[in-house]
T-cell receptor, first 111, second 110 residues
Framework: DAGVIQSPRHEVTEMGQEVTLRCKPI?????LFWYRQTMMRGLELLIYFNNNVPIDDSGMPEDRFSAKMPNASFSTLKIQPSEPRDSAVYFCASSLGYEAFFGQGTRLTVV | EDQVTQSPEALRLQEGESSSLNCSYTVSGLRGLFWYRQDPGKGPEFLFT???AGEEKEKERLKATLTKKESFLHITAPKPEDSATYLC???????????FGQGTTLQVKP
């Protein structure tokens, strides 16, 4: 397996624009996580899914953030509208319920 | 509330100088404790899983141990290539949720 695949690797957008981050989990994994990493706050869990169903979205900062998992092999994290404080590295990870395996991340810069 | 605290935040060692990183946790029913390594510009890379107090795992120069309140990552005779940020995470109860600490950034000088 190629591991968790995220796209794009880098995204630069203007404030107010919509941003969509994409993730393909490891085949067969039934958990999918979205994390945000910043120097100040470290790795924060935004939301996680089990069998494509959102289980806990308490880490989603505000209504501008939304995540979907339409099937077992694809998930998106959308920010609309984006703001400069959303600038961070966003990671997707998947697991079988124990250790999680991470993608390479998407570095988002909102100017 | 489930919480993970890592110390120190940063650690500088000379090559060959052994040391330990600490991960203290409070969690309602530990399901597992995980150690990861993260290199700059990359995603965290899984190292170890520990499930119960007294358990130990080893990989090359790294050894992870677990008690009821904390975990240690021992680094024996480190090399410059061990330089990275080491992250600890806990999983509580019957959920798949992983909560991470802030990490320890290790620098090993030749």
């Amino acid at each position: 397996d190629a591991g968790v695949i995220q796209s794009p690797r880098h995204e630069v957008t203007e404030m107010g624009q919509e941003v969509t981050l994409r993730c393909k989990p490891i085949s067969g994994h039934d958990y999918l996580f979205w994390y945000r990493q910043t120097m100040m706050r470290g790795l924060e869990l935004l939301i996680y899914f089990n069998n494509n169903v959102p289980i806990d979205d308490s880490g989603m900062p505000e209504d501008r953030f939304s995540a979907k998992m339409p099937n077992a092999s694809f998930s998106t994290l959308k920010i609309q509208p984006s703001e400069p404080r959303d600038s961070a590295v966003y990671f997707c990870a998947s697991s079988l319920g124990y250790e999680a395996f991470f993608g390479q991340g998407t570095r988002l810069t909102v100017v | 509330e489930d919480q993970v605290t890592q110390s120190p935040e940063a650690l500088r060692l000379q090559e060959g100088e052994s040391s330990s990183l600490n991960c203290s946790y409070t969690v309602s029913g530990l399901r597992g404790l995980f150690w990861y390594r993260q290199d700059p510009g990359k995603g965290p890379e899984f190292l170890f899983t520990l499930y119960s107090a007294g358990e130990e795992k080893e990989k090359e120069r790294l050894k992870a141990t677990l008690t009821k309140k904390e975990s240690f990552l021992h680094i024996t005779a480190p090399k410059p290539e061990d330089s990275a940020t080491y992250l600890c995470a806990v999983q509580a109860g019957n959920t798949g949720k992983l909560i991470f600490g802030q990490g320890t950034t290790l620098q090993v000088k030749p």
